[in-house]
């Protein structure tokens, strides 16, 4: 389907897929070669996402993986701030997002000039969450888990997890353009409060989204529902990555959300030859 969302006043086309490139001010995300822990990294490794294409620099101050501990406020605040202004002045001409589940974060990093609100907890573990979005007209990706960080993979019964996830955004999307809220960006949360079976399960069925109306983001970049099917590591996860970002976009993602940009690029490039060639081409 052909999506656009409104950016600080400027339509940005959803119609052909887009890579958001993962910019961690972490020193503690799951894949290594992610981790950036001062700001001379930091703008390096934007650069060379840029050069290589990236649509959306995704930044974020607080490592997500399972089972890890809640980064204090204040941490998190100071992580990411004056680097995203930094960032922010350097790169003017791409579309930035911050990666955080509270409000205040999320206010702080809009004033300094982020596009797009990128929460992994669909709102529920900050109830100023929608509100703020909603005030503050940018775009949210409303992704799903099923609990914090620490506790999620605890946490992966369902009844139907497609039903149940479908609902429960149905819900969301609701109370949020009820606020006021305008651009909606699902994420179904891959390894998110989900076993490696269910992981699969939803890509496979990642359709089924597509009646919600709004475009589909996906994070399946070097992830555990890889590298544990395939008993290797995160960093030999890049063929696994292409290989499932290439189903996603057959099901119909928008956003490929990834730590190598280049390769997505060219995933996308050659994903798109196929859909664009027809009989009348040849």
């Known amino acids: 389907m052909n999506y656009s969302i409104n950016c600080q006043g400027k339509l940005f086309d959803l119609s052909s897929p887009k890579v958001m490139g993962i910019l961690n001010l972490t020193p503690d995300s799951f894949y290594e070669g992610s981790r950036n822990l001062d700001l001379k990294t930091a703008i390096l490794k934007s650069e060379q996402m840029?050069?290589?294409?990236?649509?959306?620099?995704?930044v974020g101050a607080m490592s997500t993986r399972p089972g890890i501990e809640e980064l204090p406020l204040e941490e998190e605040k100071n992580r990411l701030i004056k680097p995203l202004q930094?960032?922010?002045?350097m790169f003017p001409q791409v579309l930035f997002s911050v990666d955080t589940y509270r409000a205040e974060i999320a206010e702080m990093a809009v004033?300094?000039?982020?596009?797009?609100?990128?929460?992994?907890?669909?709102?529920?573990?900050?109830e100023k969450m929608f509100e703020t979005v909603a005030r503050l007209k940018v775009p949210y990706i409303l992704m799903h888990t099923s609990d914090k960080p620490q506790f999620m993979q605890e946490n992966t019964h369902y009844e139907n997890i497609l039903t149940d996830i479908h609902l429960g955004f149905g819900r969301k999307i609701k109370k949020l353009y009820s606020l006021g809220a305008k651009d909606i960006i699902?994420?179904?949360?891959?390894?998110?409060?989900?076993?490696?079976?269910?992981?699969?399960?939803l890509l496979k069925n990642l359709a089924f989204?597509?009646?919600?109306?709004?475009?589909?983001?996906?994070?399946?970049?070097?992830?555990?529902?890889?590298?544990?099917?395939?008993?290797?590591?995160?960093?030999d996860s890049l063929t696994g990555t292409i290989v499932l970002n290439t189903l996603a976009l057959q099901n119909g993602a928008s956003i490929l959300r990834v730590h190598d940009v280049k390769e997505a690029k060219h995933t996308i490039e050659l994903f798109s030859k196929i859909e664009n060639t027809t009989f009348e081409n040849l």
């Open 111 to 126: 004033d300094t000039g982020v596009d797009i609100v990128n929460d992994i907890s669909g709102g529920d573990f900050d």
């Open 209 to 235: 989204f597509s009646e919600l109306n709004s475009p589909i983001l996906v994070g399946l970049s070097r992830k555990s529902m890889i590298y544990k099917c395939l008993e290797t590591t995160p960093q």
């Open 186 to 201: 699902l994420d179904p949360g891959f390894g998110f409060g989900k076993t490696t079976d269910q992981n699969y399960f």
């Open 86 to 89: 930094t960032l922010r002045k």
């Open 50 to 58: 840029i050069e290589e294409g990236v649509d959306i620099l995704d």
